[in-house]
């Protein structure tokens, strides 16, 4: 059963990769399509490896979706504006860090329950993106070419979201794995109590933790924005609860039970060839969730079975 419950994520992706393989023989397979899958689930990758860090701490930040939005939106008003790329790239990333330094504050310092706290940043959030923006969509020839040109290019025949997701693992993988940061991050979401008498800052890296979240979720909504040539206040509306799936998902492939990189990199992946292969298959959306929803209860039971082992 132990070992059930530590191979249970990799073997669903193995399983569904081959059942996908199997009906959709022709296409599923192809390197083209892979390459799309990898394209595709880039900005949910780039927001789970994120939430990886501040879950690593034992909080979590549900307003991933509505910051991506407004880093979104704020970018393509401001090039809308006639700003330049970097300018309305750089305001859409510092939009994510004043969430994540606001959801830090508030968590970290102000002591508010994490789900209370960014429930209501959500929401805030949410509203600021409506006003950024006026309510409409911002696209056509408001956006520079070169903005959405970004994510059109390739390197190596590999797509430059893919390659933007990649690096947003490998840094979640050093900053958790091979960090005193990551570490203490990991201390934290122990033993909270435990690790403040053991010296560790606790505030500081909570804080921290709701930084990375925050610039992740902007990175994302750039990239969404460049891959769609347009900006509204509400793209970013599905990505929380995907990228809280990822983690739980690879939660269950850990031995402690804790999000890691590799976990999560599992996760989003059996998220993708879901997606993708029902998509292809002309399965109604709503099907998908409710596959993904007995994926993780089941991944989560069968993880709770091998701890009582």
């Not at 968590?107 to 940043?121: C, D, H, K, Q, S």
């Not at 997701?165 to 033993?191: E, K, P």
């Amino acid at each position: 059963m132990t070992l059930l419950r530590r191979l249970g994520t990799p073997l669903a992706v193995l399983l569904v990769v081959l059942g996908f393989a199997l009906a959709l023989p022709e296409t599923f397979l192809s390197s083209r399509n892979l390459l799309n899958v990898t394209q595709q689930v880039s900005m949910l990758a780039v927001v789970a490896f994120a939430m990886t860090a501040v879950m690593a701490a034992g909080d979590f930040d549900l307003s991933v979706g509505s910051t991506a939005s407004l880093a979104g939106v704020a970018a393509a008003v401001l090039m809308a504006a006639g700003a330049p790329v970097w300018a309305g790239v750089g305001a859409g990333l510092l939009a994510g860090l004043l969430v994540g330094l606001l959801n830090g504050a508030l968590v970290a310092y102000a002591g508010i329950l994490p789900f209370v706290a960014t429930l209501g940043t959500l929401t805030v959030v949410s509203g600021a993106a409506f006003l950024v923006s006026d309510g409409r969509t911002v696209f056509g020839p408001s956006i520079p070419e070169s903005f959405g040109a970004f994510a059109r290019a390739s390197a190596l025949g590999v797509p430059a979201l893919t390659w933007v997701a990649a690096l947003a693992f490998l840094l979640a993988w050093l900053l958790l794995d091979h960090t005193s940061a990551g570490r203490r991050l990991y201390a934290i979401g122990g033993n909270r109590e435990a690790a403040r008498l053991a010296g560790v800052p606790v505030r500081r890296l909570r804080l921290l933790a709701f930084l990375v979240t925050g610039l992740g979720a902007a990175t994302a909504g750039l990239m969404l924005a460049s891959r769609v040539a347009s900006a509204n206040p509400t793209q970013g509306a599905g990505l929380m609860l995907d990228a809280i799936a990822a983690v739980f998902l690879g939660m269950t492939a850990s031995e402690e039970g804790e999000p890691t990189a590799a976990g999560t990199l599992l996760g989003v992946l059996l998220l993708a060839v879901l997606d993708n292969g029902l998509t292809q298959l002309a399965v109604d959306s709503y099907l998908r969730d409710v596959l993904v929803g007995a994926i993780i209860l089941l991944a989560v039971g069968v993880s709770r079975l091998g701890r009582r082992d």
